[in-house]
């Protein structure tokens, strides 16, 4: 069960981002286990729990980064990860496939959120498509979004909108080529203690009429093909 980060963690996040190298990281490797590594475990296994019982049919999935890079991505930089991160999401072969939950914790603070990393653009053209078959839907999300404090909503966009939003309110979601539904925040005392768990779980439990409305979207008609609308 999570208990709560502890300033070993921070220590550690500090430690690997300006010792990047692997003497330095074997001599604290223990600190990393105990103190960073199984505690993000332990608060993902029990968010996965929290959300497999919500849509126990929806096959989720936990998943815990470790904190080796890729060697073939280092692109000049260290070996090692400054920060570490959990999902919860469907299975798929290409993890971007999916909108995912997520929590992060870095050395300077912490996010959580629901959305897409790199969807497919085929995923795109049909959540404008889904709109525009019926936007009060959509209109009705984001309306709630607007009234809350705790996310706001993040995207990549193209440079130009893919085609012509019903309302002025849906305007983002023809822009976007990618986007998540996040909250950012710094170094929070709750992150020591049990405290956190409680709030990622109100703040899943908000998103989940999102991941209803996006999972579904890869079921939708390809809008490229005649008679899809």
Known sequence: MFTGFTDETVDF???????????????HKEIYLTQFYQPMRELGDELYDFLREKRPDHGLIRKV????????RLHGRGPYKESLWFSVE??????????????????????????????????MAKLRAR???????????????GRQQ?????????????????????????????????????????????????????GYEFLLPYYDYFVTLDGDPDPREPGAE
């Open 13 to 27: 996040m500090w430690g690997i981002r300006f010792n990047n190298e692997r003497a330095w990281f074997e001599a």
């Open 65 to 72: 980064t470790r904190i080796y890079r890729d060697a073939r």
């Open 90 to 123: 469907q299975p798929s072969e290409q993890w971007t496939a999916h909108p995912t939950f997520w929590f992060e914790l870095m050395p300077e603070g912490w996010c959580y959120g629901m959305g897409y990393y790199m969807p497919k653009a085929l995923t």
């Open 131 to 145: 709109i525009d078959r019926d936007p009060a839907a959509m209109e009705a999300l984001t309306r709630k979004l």
């Open 150 to 202: 705790e996310f706001v909503l993040e995207t990549q966009d193209y440079k130009k909108p893919r085609s012509q939003a019903p309302s002025q309110l849906l305007k983002p979601w023809y822009q976007m080529k990618s986007f998540s539904i996040i909250h950012q925040d710094k170094l929070t005392d709750e992150l020591f203690s049990r405290e956190i768990v409680d709030r990622l779980k109100r």
